[in-house]
């Protein structure tokens, strides 16, 4: 395209103020950025005129490029100037609009690079998923929990039995879970397979539980336990302070929360590593108990089965306590988006966690009561110390140290995980929206893990440790069974669905029956606890018809709602999610 006075598109007449620059009608030109078409004509009377025409249409970049526009043109440009084959000049930009649209569509398929876009990233392998299961399974529990599981059963035979039915109970549970992460690739664990399979409705009541009693309860107890072991061996054979032990709880609760608002890397790589001395910790205490063991000392089992003090109603409490000490296997499940291969990784790295971790708890109790009596073991408020001081006089003082890392790895694990179901949740409309935005520059859940601190603060100092157990032990595994009770009904409404992993049918039957039973005679040997864990759940249900399902809330609560959300997201540098993950 051309001026009436030839002068080229995209090129800009400057005039000298002379008379003989007014004799001539085109100049020497200079190329601008702003492609503007220039002529000039001298007129009568000595006076110049410039008429400036709209530049030719350039080729727009696609909308939602934003910052990166530039650099696609940039993009562009450079393959059009290296490009020798090109028909066209580059100052007819107009005429060369198609071959430049190519170019940049095929620039756009690339632009958004995986390690520069807002999104979680699939970073865990078998391995890590292993260690991920055992080191949140294996926590507090077996250093705190044999007590309890010994009150409730009544005598040495009958816990050790109930410690090996809870591992092939959370074993079984376990495969059942593998199924549904095969069968739906989403975080969000409990949460996706009971919307998935039930609806929307249990599905919320679970997100309810979870963010106001279950995770700040079980934090809590874990979190107490590692103040514990840290704090009483400074005070030791005296009674260390409560107040002390409630701080330094604090302590290591903030220590991993931070971690895991700062780095998902630096919360896997402290995962598998507090894994490494947890087991080193078992092995510990396993070695001298077997080896004592092997040489005669079996007092303590002779009376292995003593039923007369065994009560119907307290069994399931053992049970439990024992389960309790098993929890943790469903945790993976969470992270399913961040899984590589999670077809393949998710029951290989749940069958052979699972089996390790309870093979490791039956013997770690066999050395328990190889070295110590019921009576003893009843009367210790930290068993792991007490067996130290019998059988390993000479680093009984590094025991407190690994079972203090051994909780907190649980408590890593926990905070790990977790958030990934609320973020799950806000992600489908069910949770408020900031809990599913996640850092621009860590790509970590912050909100998520962020808004759970305050009610485990709480928690931690209003709560006893064994009333925590109870309270959260009913929500989770009536949810539990829910879950797989919702894949049993899953698979008899959709039997031709692809399933990656599929297990047997008697195995879910069987968990589901034995969850359901439990639960239903926790009622009744704990009904405290247990219903106050049930009005808690129950108490979601106005909230999920007022506020999730369809909101009914005032236009001036929602407005208010929105700039809370805001504001929060501009505090906390978060962002929605860029990448589709599942």
């Not at 002390?244 to 700062?262: D, F, K, Q």
């Not at 098993?326 to 290989?348: H, Q």
């Not at 894949?487 to 969850?515: G, I, N, Q, S, Y």
Request: proline share 7%; glycine share 8%; charged share 15%.
């Amino acid at each position: 395209m051309a001026s009436a006075s030839g002068v080229p598109a995209g090129r800009l007449v400057v005039v000298p103020i002379c008379a003989a620059a007014a004799s001539s009608s085109s100049f020497p030109v200079s190329h601008t950025k702003s492609f503007l078409t220039a002529s000039l004509s001298p007129r009568p009377g000595g006076k110049l005129w410039l008429w400036l025409c709209p530049p030719p249409p350039s080729p727009r970049p696609p909308r939602g490029l934003g910052r990166e526009s530039q650099s696609v043109t940039e993009e562009v440009r450079r393959h059009r100037e290296g490009d020798p084959g090109r028909e066209c000049e580059s100052s007819q930009v107009s005429t060369c609009f198609p071959a430049e649209r190519r170019v940049q569509l095929r620039v756009m398929r690339q632009k958004k690079d995986e390690d520069e876009a807002v999104h979680l990233r699939r970073e865990i392998g078998l391995v890590p998923a292993a260690s991920f299961i055992i080191g949140t399974v294996v926590g507090s529990g077996i250093f705190i929990a044999p007590k309890g599981v010994l009150m409730n059963s009544g005598s040495v035979g009958l816990s050790l039995l109930v410690w090996t039915l809870c591992g092939v109970l959370s074993l079984f549970g376990a495969l059942c879970y593998a199924e549904l992460g095969t069968t739906f690739p989403k975080s969000g664990g409990h949460y996706t397979y009971l919307r998935e399979t039930l609806g929307p409705l249990p599905a919320f009541l679970r997100l309810w539980a979870e963010f106001l009693f279950i995770r700040p309860a079980v934090a809590s107890y874990v979190s107490l336990a590692f103040g514990r072991y840290v704090v009483e061996p400074f005070f030791a054979p005296c009674e260390a302070p409560s107040a002390l032990i409630r701080l330094v709880s604090l302590l290591g609760v903030t220590l991993v929360v931070a971690v895991n608002c700062w780095s998902v890397a630096a919360a896997s790589r402290a995962q598998v590593t507090l894994t490494v001395v947890k087991t080193f910790a078992l092995v510990l205490i396993i070695v001298p108990g077997v080896m004592a063991l092997a040489n005669g000392k079996t007092e303590n089992f002779r009376k292995g089965f003593e039923l007369e003090a065994l009560t119907l109603d307290r069994l399931p409490l053992a049970f439990y306590h024992g389960l309790y000490a098993y929890g943790g296997w469903f945790y993976l499940n969470m992270v399913t988006e961040e899984i590589v291969n999670p077809n393949r990784t998710i029951p290989l790295a749940v069958l052979g966690s699972m089996l390790t971790v309870t093979a490791l708890y039956v013997l770690v109790n066999v050395s328990y009561y190889t070295m110590m009596t019921p009576g003893e073991l009843l009367a210790s408020e930290a068993v792991a110390v007490t067996f130290a001081n019998r059988a390993l006089p000479g680093v009984s003082a590094v025991i407190p140290l690994l079972v203090a890392l051994s909780c907190l790895g649980a408590l890593n694990g926990g905070f790990f995980s977790s958030p990934r179901m609320l973020f799950a949740g806000a992600r489908e409309g069910h949770w408020p929206r900031i809990f599913s935005m996640i850092h621009i520059r860590h790509r970590t859940p912050l909100p998520a893990v962020l808004l759970l601190y305050p009610l485990v603060v709480v928690m931690l100092i209003t709560e006893e440790i064994q009333h925590l157990i109870s309270l959260a032990s009913f929500a989770r595994w009536f949810f539990i069974a829910l879950a797989t009770l919702g894949m049993l009904l899953h698979r008899w409404r959709f039997p031709r669905l692809p399933r990656p992993f599929k297990v047997p049918l008697a195995v879910a039957v069987t968990f589901t029956a034995v969850c359901f039973f439990i639960v239903g005679l926790s009622l009744y040997s704990d009904p405290w606890n247990t219903g106050r864990s049930c009005a808690l759940t129950l108490s979601g249900v106005p909230v999920y018809y007022v506020a999730a399902r369809r909101s009914r809330l005032p236009p001036r609560w929602r407005r208010l709602l929105d700039y809370c959300s805001k504001q929060l997201q501009i505090l906390l540098e978060v962002a929605q999610q860029e990448v589709k993950t599942y």
